[in-house]
DNA sequence: GACTCGTGGAA
DNA sequence: TTTCCAAGAGT
């Protein structure tokens, strides 16, 4: 057992230092802070999609003490369009506690990484071996891959999870870690791919029980997606606009939107404007699909209006500044 | 353990 | 076109 999991974490390490995605921007100038940035953004997210939120956010706040002062707001700023927004309510406390708890030291061991939040098992694993050059095991959505094709786990069951975290452990390597750890990840996004793995090039081939077999389709049970109409009313004025700041637990959460009518009542705190036209059109979540409709009121100037909720005249150059979620910055930028 | 949480790449 | 799902974590 010694001896084949060496093969498999030595095949995997030899294999990075050939064809390994070493032009990845988050693969340069490598601290345990800018492995913790990239980690977050890419859970669930695409490395395509992530490069320039990365490049952007890196260029904000290069390292640990230039992001210890900053906002949520700053910080969800740089997370508009990306996605699952929590991460980045995440990053901006998990900097807090390590000012506070860690002295504005970026923490070294598995039990400090995980009680920050955003960080769970998979993402500590990933600093730890990326970036302190520690001998702990990942499971991302690559991993799983790799290792449920080579040893042939069935990731539909229940508890696969707990199967496949104890094979990642036991291939891990007390050596080449990091190179280990890069290399399975690059294999399962590059060779091990979803739909057409391409096991010729594959360094763990020789003991894949799955090497070579045609890839089957599985069909979930295919259940509806929940659908949701919202309704906005975006006032705006000489290049302002009147945003309002979400304070739901739902989605989209501290996000900066258009006034968003409840349905409860007709409000009435939009005067009459000078121009008033509609958008309609769906957008799709992960878990729900949006009808959005957003009335859109020009007005000679500003105004005040009474309420409660959290709300700002935004300049059009400063929604920079501001999260906003994808097509209200969207509509924003290009229908108004 | 099942939901929630965004967006877009890829076929 | 629709469908799947991606460097997961929190509840």
Known sequence: MEAATNIFSSSIYSWYEKHGRKDLPWRKNITPYSVWI?????QQ????????FYERFMKKFPDLNAISDASEEEILA???????????????AAKEIVK??????????????????????????AILSI??????????????????????????EKKS???????????TPNKKIFEYTQG??????????IKKPTCIECPVSKTCKTAFEEIKVIRKSKKEKPQREIFFKLAHSNNKFLLFKKNSKSFWESLWVPYEDEGIKNDKIFKKP????????????SHLDLMITIEIFEYKKPFKISTNREHQWICRDEIKNYGLPKPIKHIIDNHV
């Not at 970026?106 to 769970?120: A, N, R």
């Not at 999870?161 to 291939?171: A, G, I, P």
């Not at 399975?184 to 791919?193: K, L």
């Not at 000078?274 to 979540?285: S, V």
Request: glycine share 6%; hydrophobic share 40%.
């Open 45 to 52: 997210t695409q490395v395509k999609t992530v490069i320039p």
């Open 78 to 92: 740089l997370w508009t369009g990306l996605g699952f927004y929590r991460r980045a309510k995440n990053i901006f």
């Open 274 to 285: 000078l121009k008033r036209n509609q958008q309609k059109f769906n957008h799709a979540l």
């Open 131 to 156: 970036a302190y050059k520690k001998s702990f095991p990942i499971l991302d959505a690559n991993v799983k891959r790799v290792i449920s094709r080579h040893d042939k786990v069935d990731v539909s």
């Open 161 to 171: 999870d707990n199967k496949l975290w104890q094979l990642s452990d036991l291939y």
């Open 100 to 125: 506070k708890n860690f002295d504005n030291n970026f923490p070294s061991t598995f039990d400090e990484l995980v009680s920050l939040p955003g960080i769970g098992k998979s993402t500590a694993g």
């Open 38 to 42: 990239s980690e977050i953004m890419l």
């Open 184 to 193: 399975i990840m690059d294999v399962g996004a590059t060779v091990c791919s």
